[in-house]
C-alpha cells in the first residue's frame, strides 16, 4: 500500500514547481507539464519515489543507524524539529557549520565543550566565578546549543542525510558525496536531481508539502525502530527460553557427579540403594580365587628366597 496518494500531494501543493526560465534541464523526467510559464511536476512519479525513498530510511533506522535532517529554510525549520525530534533522530534548522561531515571530530569537540559547561553549572566551581566571567560563558553556550544543540547524541558519522532543499543545502550535500554518504532529498525543478540517491522530486517550498513528505519519512523511521525493538524482544525471550532448557540438564550431570563420587568413596552413604552395596560387596567368583592362588605363590617364594638367604 503506499504511503501517499496523488490526493494529498495535490492538496499540498507539491506538484507547483519554479517557473519554466529557472528550471534545470535535468529534472526533465520528473515534469509533467508546462502551465501559466510555471512547471507542473508528475506526482505519479513522486509516489513511486517516496515509498523507494520510504523503504530504504525504514532499513536505515531498523539496523540502529542515524539519518540527518538538514532543513536551514524558514518555513521548514519549526517542522522538521517537531517531527524529528519525535524519533530522536539528528537535525540541523540553522546555518549548516561547514565541514560539519568532512571535519566531524571537530564538531564533536565544540559538542563536548558544550557538555563541559554544563557540568561546570553545576559544580561548586560556577560560584566561584564572577560575574562577567559567568555572562561569557553563558553567551558561548547558547551560541553552541544553536547550532549543535540537536545533534549532540550523533557520536559517529550518520548512514544518511534527509536534505529539503538540496540547491540551498548543497555544501551539506557535497560533503555527503565526498564520504560516501546517501542522501534523501526532496528536489525542485530548479535545482539538479544528479548525485541524490533517492530524488523526491516535489515543491520545496510549500510548508504543507514539506510537512507531508517529511511526516512520510519519520513514520517509516519510527516503523523501522519498532521492528527493531521487537526483534531484540524476541531474542532476549529465546535466549532466557534457551537458559531454562540447559539447567535440568546441568542438574542431572551434577547428580550423576555427586552419586558417583559417593560410591567410589571409602564410605557410602546410607542413601545408596541396596542394589548398589550388593554391587559394592559382590559374591566371590573364579577370579578372586585365582588371585588368592597367586598371593600364596608370591608367599612361598619369599619363604625360599629366606631359607636361601
Known amino acids: 500500500m503506499p504511503r501517499t496518494d496523488f490526493q494529498q500531494l495535490l492538496d499540498a501543493g507539491a506538484h507547483f514547481g519554479h517557473l519554466k526560465r529557472k528550471w534545470n534541464p535535468n529534472m526533465q523526467p520528473y515534469i509533467f507539464m508546462e502551465k501559466n510559464g510555471i512547471h507542473i511536476i508528475d506526482l505519479q512519479k513522486t509516489v513511486v519515489k517516496i ?31 517537531d517531527l524529528v525530534s519525535s524519533v530522536k533522530m539528528p537535525y540541523v534548522t540553522e546555518r549548516w557549520p561547514g565541514g560539519m561531515l568532512t571535519n566531524f571530530p571537530t564538531i564533536r569537540k565544540a559538542v563536548k565543550k558544550m557538555v563541559s559547561i554544563d557540568k561546570m553549572t553545576k559544580d561548586t566551581s560556577w560560584d566561584k566565578l564572577s560575574k562577567r566571567e559567568k555572562l561569557q560563558i553563558t553567551r558561548q553556550r547558547a551560541k553552541l546549543e544553536k547550532v549543535l544543540g540537536s545533534i549532540v547524541d550523533l557520536t559517529r558519522l ?30 525542485d525543478t530548479n535545482s539538479d536531481p544528479n548525485g541524490i540517491d533517492f530524488v523526491i522530486p516535489a515543491n520545496d517550498d510549500a510548508s504543507q508539502s514539506i510537512q507531508l513528505i517529511t511526516g512520510v519519512m519519520v513514520e517509516a523511521i519510527r516503523e523501522g525502530l519498532q521492528e527493531r525493538r521487537v526483534e531484540r524482544d ?70 625360599e628366597g629366606d631359607e636361601e638367604k
Open 51 to 81: 515509498d523507494e525513498a520510504a523503504a530504504a530510511i525504514k532499513q536505515i533506522a531498523r539496523s540502529g543507524r542515524k539519518v540527518l535532517f538538514v532543513a536551514t529554510k524558514k518555513q521548514a525549520k519549526d517542522i522538521v524539529s
Open 158 to 187: 550518520p548512514s544518511a542525510l534527509f536534505v529539503i532543499d538540496v540547491m540551498k543545502e548543497k555544501i551539506a550535500v557535497k560533503e555527503a558525496q565526498r564520504l560516501g554518504i546517501p542522501v534523501f532529498g526532496i528536489v
Open 234 to 303: 524476541k531474542d532476549d525471550v529465546e535466549g532466557e527460553e534457551g537458559e531454562e532448557d540447559e539447567m535440568p540438564r546441568r542438574t542431572r550431570r551434577a547428580r550423576k557427579t555427586v552419586r558417583k563420587v559417593e560410591v567410589s568413596g571409602e564410605e557410602i552413604d546410607t542413601d545408596v540403594p541396596e542394589e548398589m552395596e550388593e554391587l559394592e560387596e559382590g559374591p566371590e567368583t573364579d577370579l578372586d580365587e585365582e588371585l588368592e592362588e597367586e598371593e600364596e605363590i608370591d608367599t612361598d617364594f619369599d619363604e
